[in-house]
């Protein structure tokens, strides 16, 4: 008898850990908590992503059925704040 196979759980390009994705199945998570899950989400995000497009992506996906969660208060926070401009090195006066 064959054996059935399993497909692999895909992780989206915009949560490549499922970090985003398990903060909002964790009941009574702080906003402590929140901040640190998406300090190392942003962290983990592949350079080729776009971060502000990624945390929109993320509020359409669960806001909707958790717009009270600290989370989505965080996403809503950084695409609101403008963005930083890019890092390089600065001429010395």
Do not use: V
Not at 41 to 54: G, V
């Amino acid at each position: 008898m064959a054996r059935a196979r399993t497909r692999p759980t895909m992780t989206p390009a915009n949560d490549p850990k499922g970090l985003i994705r398990e903060s909002y199945r964790i009941e009574g998570i702080s906003d402590g908590e929140c901040r640190s899950i998406l300090i190392d989400w942003a962290l983990s995000l592949s350079a080729e992503i776009d971060q502000h497009q990624a945390m929109q992506d993320l509020i359409e996906q669960y806001a909707a059925s958790s717009p009270d969660h600290p989370m989505t208060a965080l996403l809503q926070e950084g695409l609101s704040s403008p963005s930083s401009p890019p890092r390089g090195r600065r001429r010395r006066a």
